[in-house]
């Protein structure tokens, strides 16, 4: 570790390193490995800055919410310098993707965990299949019935799976979902456990060709709850890099 660090990247690595020192608590708490509980970091509003201090900190997996801001972030000097690597950064598309920015999309990220209806679903799947290009896609189930959010409505999430699966260039390989919003932790925990029993009843289904491998659930407010209810990947932002302006 370079002994000439900003303060504020040394920030950021004692933030990352305190972070996944709470997620191993919370694993160890329910008996889960922490090695299937993956962190993205999530960078909307973060300078390019942090985002590499993060990734030198071991991050691989990065967050975005907004096509447009990923684009100019998912620079090119940043792919110049890190995307080569074996391991380089993996970006993850969080936030409501618009049919007019798949296209888009499909050029910056390699997980799309917003998709919430099958038109969009079709949209990703026509563009996918020009490009010769698989994408791995979540689906956004909308678990608190907070009107605010997007996503499917739970009893919605079998039949879009089922339909998502005959598409043959997104390989399905989540949910996801935002708690809800409240102080209430009973009610945020109640969120995360129908999103489990969700990819219970998928798992069951039995449909070739899907693997749900991850329940994306869990942020710096609720990220503890979620890996008590089983996520095995949590969506971090203001715990890594500070609140946002
Ligand atoms: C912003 C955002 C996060 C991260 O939220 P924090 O509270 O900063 O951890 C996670 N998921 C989604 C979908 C987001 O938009």
Redesign the pocket.
């Known amino acids: 570790m370079s002994s000439k660090a900003t303060p504020r990247e040394a920030d950021i690595r004692a933030r990352i390193e305190a972070v996944r020192q709470r997620i191993t608590a919370a694993c160890g708490r329910v008996g889960r490995d922490p090695a299937e509980v993956a962190l993205v970091a ?1 960078t ?1 509003t973060v300078l390019a800055s942090a985002i590499q201090t993060a990734y030198l900190a071991g991050v691989r997996c990065f ?1 975005e ?1 907004r096509v447009q801001e990923a684009a100019a972030k998912i620079s090119p000097a940043f792919l110049r310098e890190f995307g080569g690597e074996r391991s380089g950064p993996q970006w993850h598309l ?2 409501h993707l618009q049919t007019n920015k798949a296209k888009k999309a499909l050029e910056l990220f390699q997980v799309i965990q917003s998709i919430d209806s099958l038109h969009l679903a079709k949209v990703l799947q026509q563009h996918a299949a020009a490009r010769h290009s698989h994408v791995e896609i979540f689906i956004e189930v909308n678990t608190s019935g907070e009107p605010s959010k997007f996503g499917v409505s739970p009893d919605q999430t079998l039949p879009l799976v089922q339909a998502v699966a005959e598409l043959p260039n997104l390989q399905l390989t989540g949910l996801m979902t ?1 708690g809800a919003l409240t102080d209430d932790a009973e009610i945020i925990r109640g969120c995360f456990r129908r999103l489990r029993e969700l990819r219970d009843e998928v798992v069951a289904d039995n449909l070739p060709g899907v693997h749900l491998r991850h329940l994306s659930m869990g ?3 609720d990220f503890e709850l979620a890996i008590e209810e089983g996520s095995t990947m949590v ?5 890594l890099f500070g609140e946002r302006a």
């Open positions: 999530v909307k967050g919410n969080i936030g935002i942020m710096t407010d969506r971090i932002g203001r715990a």
